[in-house]
């Protein structure tokens, strides 16, 4: 099995939907990613963890051209995304999703990647929804 690049970030759960590790404050309902255990920003209480499904909405859109790393290769794509159970997150699209606009609907999917002087890991990236 292919290990993940950050567990600490997401999992896959039994039915191979992918899972966002983040926090919820049990006091002011506040949601957070990543999870932190420095307590809420809102109001200092104990962060819960919480599982948050990897679903969401484009809220900004970047294309990156230039990029000193070798991973991602350029170009690739940068959204903001509202997720559904509430935070914003910053993720990358697929290699090969569409464009997307803001609005548009993206789910999460773990995909092979492979890094210079490395072994093969999977690792997060987004994608347009299908409509059902």
């Not at 759960?13 to 006091?27: M, S």
């Not at 506040?30 to 104990?46: I, K, L, N, S």
């Not at 969401?56 to 294309?63: D, H, P, S």
Request: glycine share 6%; charged share 25%.
């Amino acid at each position: 099995m292919i290990k993940l690049l950050n567990p600490e970030l997401y999992e896959e759960d039994d039915r191979n939907a992918v899972r966002l590790i983040g926090a919820a404050c049990p006091t002011c309902s506040g949601v957070f990613f990543p999870m932190q255990t420095y307590g809420c920003e809102r109001c200092g209480a104990d962060l819960r963890p919480r599982r948050f499904a990897a679903a969401g909405t484009v809220t900004a859109q970047a294309r990156v051209h230039l990029h000193r790393a070798a991973n991602p290769p350029t170009p690739f794509t940068v959204v903001a995304l509202e997720l559904d159970d509430g935070p914003v997150i910053r993720a990358l699209l697929t290699s090969d999703s569409p464009p997307c606009q803001i609005g548009d609907r993206l789910v999460g999917e773990l995909v092979d990647i492979t890094e210079p002087d490395s072994e093969p890991r999977r690792d997060l990236r987004f994608t347009r929804a299908v409509a059902q």
